[in-house]
């Protein structure tokens, strides 16, 4: 019989994102929005107030996605040497549409606008912690 091999929680919800709610989009969402009531109801109860949750979500284009994490975007300076590359698209296309398949246009068009990107926050009146222990407390879950 082989023995148990201990994972640190990252490593056990990375493989097991449907046990958490993260599988999907939607259900990641989901999870966040009612982890944060979650936490924040249970730490008004802890001090024995009744609880003040403001909760907001925004959808982040990509543009403001790298803006918000500190990501440069820059423009290229020879479009030259993206030349063949662009061959190889319109090649694609050409197929695409050949075929009756409007795959290729559709995704194109859909793309950059409708990230799935969201930036969730959450205030409340409860206990919490302090934010000097908070990089240390992550450290410690996710490294286990």
């Given at each position: ?19 958490a709610?993260?599988?999907n989009p939607?259900?990641s ?9 979650e ?16 909760l907001?979500?925004e ?33 694609k ?10 795959k ?25 912690m ?10 410690i879950?996710?490294?286990?």
């Amino acid at each position: 019989m082989a023995g148990l091999k201990s994972k640190s929680p990252a490593e056990f919800f990375a493989e097991n994102q449907n046990i958490a709610g993260f599988d999907n989009p939607g259900k990641s969402l989901y999870t966040t929005v009612r982890e944060f009531v979650e936490n924040s109801l249970d730490a008004a109860e802890s001090i024995g107030v009744l609880p003040d949750v403001e909760l907001n979500i925004e959808q982040l284009d990509q543009s403001s996605f790298n803006k918000l994490r500190g990501y440069a975007s820059t423009k290229r300076k020879d479009l030259n040497l993206y030349h063949g590359s662009s061959k190889k698209r319109k090649i694609k296309e050409g197929v695409s549409q050949a075929t009756g398949s409007k795959k290729g246009k559709e995704r194109s068009s859909k793309e950059g606008k409708n990230t799935g990107i969201f930036r969730v926050t959450c205030r409340d009146n409860g206990v919490g912690m302090p934010h000097e222990k908070i990089p240390r407390m992550l450290g410690i879950v996710l490294s286990r």
